[in-house]
């Protein structure tokens, strides 16, 4: 999914190091370099996007506003497994994929304390193309509930393909 959001380059932690190393071997190629990190913290203040992936539940979140670069991308794939409401609520900009998703989910505690986002991911990326928004300076959260976040990446991995091979039709908006 990185690779096809244009990522080159990944730093890999996991508490266990040779889940770090399968993933180094696994993942990188000439297009693709992986590098296992042992530093979390300094990988995590020198990272321009953080994706945070871990099992649910468990461990209290850890990951605050001070632990992250001043304009770094946030994406909590495991909820809020270890980023906590405060790095949320200091973001500059905190998008969802389903606004109603997000509500349900807060009000069964499992997002407590977040703030209201300012928008769907779509309608963020929508605003941006027609010229209508920008994102500020700053930490940005976008958080995913399910698979849209993959259904964006596989939708652009054929729309590329499609063009590459000069198919389709450019249908007027």
Known sequence: MLGACGVTSVMVFDRHPERSGALVRDWS?????????????????SADIVV???????????????????????????????????LVRAATTFAVDDLETFREHR????????????????SLAAARAGG????????AVALHQGPGLADVV????????????????????
């Open 29 to 45: 190629s000439a297009q693709f370099r992986v590098s296992a990190v042992t530093d979390l913290l300094a990988a995590l203040r």
């Open 132 to 139: 209508e928004w920008q994102r500020p300076p700053g930490i």
């Open 52 to 86: 945070s992936v871990t099992a649910l539940g468990g461990a209290q979140p850890w990951i605050g506003p001070d632990e992250v670069s001043a304009d770094a991308i946030v994406l909590p794939v495991d909820y809020a497994a270890q980023v906590t409401p405060e």
């Open 107 to 122: 009000a069964t505690g499992r997002l407590a304390r977040w703030p209201d986002p300012v928008g769907s991911v779509a």
């Open 154 to 173: 596989f939708a652009t991995a054929v729309l590329r393909s499609a063009l590459a091979a000069g198919d389709g039709v450019t249908l007027p908006r």
